[in-house]
């Protein structure tokens, strides 16, 4: 489905991000492979928003680089910083960011590279019935639907998502839960997820990053998971070399099999 070069299909996103924010530094260290989602959780104004808007270039960063194959989008040190636009990353937000006179087909093709891409992820987001409509004519799941299928029509190198389920009621944080699987399993690019919901977090992601006071904090989601009991495996990082996890910031987290009911 995913139209890309063999070089961006092995593609790793890396950063080391450090910031200084008002009440603490931000310095976090993580990779997300090509085809992986890496879920990103922690209370809040722990730094989770301020990590996905460098990865986009929307933040300047004080310390480390960000890095996508082999460009670099961030240097401190050798004074590299790529503009936004010449990222070619997706940036999906909790608001539902529609151009309201434009149809659900026109809000979907802004931007993208070809006509046949957008019929295809409108049908795969179940959207294509109502292509016609405004944005103030359907429901909010569809929207949110139709601003991911308009990032995704761009052919993003990279996705980033800052909690795109939070104002959606369960059925629909259900259904985008599931239609996120199926991108996440069809297109090769590395997924950023921003949430604090922990079962959300456990279900859409290969990998979860706990951030807590701009630190990676793997034991801090452990008192979230160890009372759900039928305990089974998940890795939850700590950070580590680029391109591939630490192994010693690797924490074997007890995570629930059962299906998690968003």
């Known amino acids: 489905m995913y139209r890309s070069t063999a070089a961006a299909r092995d593609a790793v996103l890396y950063a080391r991000i450090e910031k200084d924010l008002k ?3 931000l310095d976090v260290e993580f990779s997300c492979a090509p085809g992986s989602l890496l879920a990103v959780v922690g209370p809040s104004g722990a730094g989770k928003t301020t ?3 460098a990865i986009a270039g929307l933040e300047r960063i004080d310390g480390g680089v960000i890095r996508w194959g ?3 989008w961030d240097d401190v040190d050798a004074g590299v910083h790529v503009p936004v636009r010449e990222r070619g990353v997706g940036y999906v937000f909790q608001e539902f960011t529609l151009f309201p006179h434009l149809s659900i087909y026109r809000n979907a093709a802004y931007a993208a590279r070809d006509g046949k891409r957008v019929e295809e992820l409108l049908r795969m987001f179940d959207i ?6 405004k944005p103030h004519r359907v429901s909010g799941g569809e929207r949110q639907r139709c601003a991911i299928c308009q990032v995704l029509a761009r052919d993003a190198r990279v996705l980033l998502m800052d ?3 939070s104002a959606l009621d369960a059925p ?7 239609l996120l699987r199926v991108v996440k399993r069809e297109t090769p690019i590395p997924i950023i997820h921003v949430t604090h919901d922990i079962g959300e977090a456990r279900l859409l992601g290969d990998e979860i990053l706990p951030v ?5 904090e793997p034991k801090w989601i452990l008192p979230f998971l160890l009372p759900l009991g039928d305990l089974g495996g998940a890795v939850c990082r700590r950070g580590g070399a ?3 996890p630490d192994e010693q910031g690797e924490v074997e987290l007890p995570v629930p099999r059962r299906e998690y009911c968003l």
């Open 23 to 25: 009440h603490f530094r």
């Open 51 to 53: 990590i996905i808007r």
């Open 70 to 72: 082999g460009e670099t």
């Open 128 to 133: 294509w019935h109502i292509r016609d409509s």
């Open 163 to 165: 909690e795109p389920f």
């Open 172 to 178: 629909n944080r259900r259904k985008l839960g599931e």
């Open 212 to 216: 807590v006071a701009g630190r990676v």
């Open 242 to 244: 680029e391109g591939r």
